[in-house]
Structure formats: C-alpha cells, structure tokens
C-alpha cells in the first residue's frame, strides 16, 4: 500500500468522491471483505459489493486474498494507498491556470500555483511508480508568527529579494543536460488559528 496516491482519471475521481464510496476506501485501510464491510457501513453485502467493484475497476482498492467458505469464495480487497489526492489533472478543462493573472500577493493565484504544484508533483510521481524509482524533491513546511502586517510585509520583501538572488547564483541557462526544477515559495495565514483582524479580504 503506497502513503498517498494521486488520482488524475476523472471517472476515478468521482469514484472516489461518492460518500459512500470514500467511506469504504477509508475503512478498506486495513483488508476487508464485503461481508465485514456491510456490518460496518450498514449496508447489504450486495450493495456493498456493487461500490467494490467501481472502487476496483479505477484501481483505488485491490485484492489481498480470497477465502473459500463453503461454496462461495470472499474476496479481501485493501486500499491501494493509505490517503489519496485528487490532481487538478482530472478537470484539465476547468484547472486554474497560474500563467493567466500572476500576482503574488493574491490568494487565488497562490491557489492556482498551489493547484499546479500537485498536478505537476502528481503526474512526477505516477511516472515513477510505473519503473519504480523515486522523485527528487524537497520541501520546507512551518510555521512563523509575526507582530504586525508590518512585520509579515518586511519579511516577504527580504524572503523575494534572498530567493531571488540565490535563483540567480545558481540558474544556468547553458548547462548541456540540465533539468530545470520549479521553485515555489509561499506565505499564508495558517487555518490552525482564528484569522487576524488585519488580513485583507479578497472580493
């Protein structure tokens, strides 16, 4: 079972977000058949069975095992990964696209580079699964607390001006067989806390 999967197909995707459907996946953490799975979700077998089925067939669950009772044969199916993403990959049509209204300082453009990030990151990481080979990635991730919108501005404008000039040390443009990489770096106000009174509010 993989950490997270990323869903890029839009019939899976809608599989995946039927409630009841997503409450299997979640209780299919651990293997499961249909008939331990009715008990739980309170549904019949057969209904249950039905959801397995669509579940499988976008490959969001898989068989573990099969046990012979009697004369019926159970399947245990398990979740083929432990959380899933859904990649803006599967509305390409409606994907925010961050080229369209750059503006750092707007939310939904932040949004749509974020949106990009796991399309891009997702797609990465399909790829690699199929020949079995890791994503050379890194990341930061924390949390900071400022005293004043004054304070937040200042350490934006110092944040541009030191990734700017370590981008510029080490872009090369002319490097035979250099692969460029997407820098992204963004500041928020974290939904772990109640929203500051001075934060501007988009229209």
């Known amino acids: 079972?993989?950490?997270?999967?990323?869903?890029?197909?839009?019939?899976?995707?809608?599989?995946?977000?039927?409630?009841?459907?997503?409450?299997?996946?979640?209780?299919?953490?651990?293997?499961?058949?249909?008939?331990?799975?009715?008990?739980?979700?309170?549904?019949?077998?057969q209904k249950v069975n039905y959801h397995l089925k669509a579940l499988e067939q976008h490959g969001l669950i898989e068989l573990v095992e099969q046990r012979r009772k009697g004369n019926v044969t159970e399947r245990v199916m398990q979740a083929?990964?432990?959380?899933y993403v859904i990649s803006p990959a599967a509305l390409a049509t409606v994907a925010p696209d961050p080229a369209r209204a750059p503006d750092r300082l707007s939310a939904r453009w932040l949004l749509a580079v974020a949106a990009r990030l796991v399309r891009d990151v997702g797609s990465l990481i399909t790829g690699a699964d199929r020949v079995d080979k890791r994503v050379a990635t890194f990341a930061i991730d924390g949390e900071i607390r400022f005293a004043s919108a004054a304070d937040r501005a200042a350490f934006a404008e110092e944040l541009a001006n030191t990734v700017t000039a370590l981008v510029g040390r080490y872009h090369d443009e002319t490097t035979p067989g250099g692969r460029p990489h997407r820098l992204v770096v963004a500041l928020h106000p974290s939904t772990s806390t109640s929203t500051s009174t001075d934060e501007p509010q988009e229209g």
């Not at 083929?80 to 959380?83: H, L, M, P």
């Open 80 to 83: 083929t990964a432990g959380s």
């Open 1 to 45: 079972m993989l950490d997270v999967a990323v869903i890029e197909d839009p019939a899976a995707a809608e599989a995946s977000l039927d409630p009841i459907r997503a409450r299997l996946l979640a209780e299919l953490a651990e293997p499961a058949s249909a008939t331990m799975l009715a008990g739980r979700v309170g549904l019949a077998r």
